[in-house]
């Protein structure tokens, strides 16, 4: 069984960093795209990022660019979001999910298969 899960998320002043990690486990997810998305109270989920399978190329929304890093470890199965400068419009759950398109680029329009169970980011001004 796909299980992502995350870790990291909590509450931090604005202007603050966190680093969110999601590491997979029952698949091994080194040849697929990772993202992380979010989602804040009364608000549809967005893409917040993307990351190809060996780490080439990478997507951000344009609301985190220059703050958010998407990295990840295919040795630990696990991707990570370095969050910096952090802002309270940033608050919201953030899930990371797993592609299954093979090989591919960090596009927007990715599909996902597997998701998260969400961890919270609170940002407080």
């Known amino acids: 069984q796909v299980q992502l899960v995350e870790s990291g998320g909590g509450l931090v002043q604005a202007g603050g960093s966190l680093r969110l990690s999601c590491a997979a486990s029952g698949r091994t997810f080194s040849s697929y795209p990772m993202g992380w998305f979010r989602q804040a109270p009364g608000k549809e989920r967005e893409r917040v990022a993307a990351?190809?399978?060996?780490?080439?190329?990478?997507y951000y929304v344009d609301s985190v660019k220059g703050r958010f890093t998407i990295s990840r470890d295919n040795a630990k199965n696990t991707v990570y979001l370095q969050m910096n400068t952090l802002k309270p419009e940033d608050t919201a759950v953030y899930y990371c999910?797993?592609?299954?398109?093979?090989?591919?680029?960090?596009?927007?329009?990715?599909?996902?298969?597997?998701w998260g169970q969400g961890t919270q980011v609170t940002v407080s001004s």
């Open positions: 990351i190809s399978w060996n780490g080439g190329t990478t």
């Open positions: 999910a797993a592609s299954l398109a093979r090989w591919a680029t960090a596009r927007p329009s990715l599909e996902y298969a597997y």
